[in-house]
């Protein structure tokens, strides 16, 4: 069913999340220009409102995710590899800088368990076989390395009651098709 068109200019590459019964988008490239702006949606409505711009810089390829009453974006690329983290609060509608990754990445993939964000894969010069956790309680991240994991970036992720799942995604120099999921 065709809804209302997205607020802000078309777009590529761009991050989001859910939070509650809307979802937020940001940041992304239209055809010359990396973007900052951030946009709700409210299926309910059926609207598309502005609110406060992504406070990290502008950039394409970031994951997203949420955690409760909160929404995370990070990592990307603005003509560098990102690590950053930045926490969005839909009340107050502001952004907050959070812990930063040791290790830069772009085209991330991300999924939530356990209260936890994780991140994983990416690129950086070539995919990356890691996975980052992301603990909002303390801030920190750390390395959770998953057996027989391959290395990738451009995957897909997502959570099911609790669960994380993986997949698809490109490897050192192929195309992945295996799926995961994480308890």
Request: proline share 3%; aromatic share 16%.
């Given at each position: ?61 970031a994951a997203g995710a949420s ?117």
């Open positions: 069913t065709p809804k209302t068109d997205f607020g802000g200019v078309p777009r590529t590459q761009a991050a989001g999340f859910t939070i509650g019964n809307k979802a937020y988008v940001g940041t992304g490239m239209d055809n010359q220009t990396y973007k900052q702006d951030f946009w709700e949606y409210d299926p309910g409505a059926n609207t598309w409102t502005q609110k406060a711009n992504f406070a990290g810089t502008a950039r394409i390829m955690i409760g009453t909160k929404g995370y974006i990070g990592t990307g690329f603005d003509n560098a590899y990102k690590g950053d983290l930045w926490e969005y609060d839909p009340t107050l509608n502001l952004w907050t800088q959070r812990a930063t990754l040791a290790l830069e990445r772009r085209d991330a993939a991300a999924f939530v368990a356990g209260g936890k964000i994780y991140l994983v894969g990416g690129f950086l010069n070539s995919a990356l076989g890691q996975v980052q956790v992301y603990d909002p309680v303390t801030n920190t991240w750390a390395l959770n390395l998953f057996p027989n994991w391959a290395a990738r970036s451009e995957a897909f992720a997502f959570t099911i009651n609790g669960k994380g799942y993986v997949g698809t995604g490109l490897g050192s120099s192929y195309l992945l098709q295996d799926f995961w999921e994480f308890d």
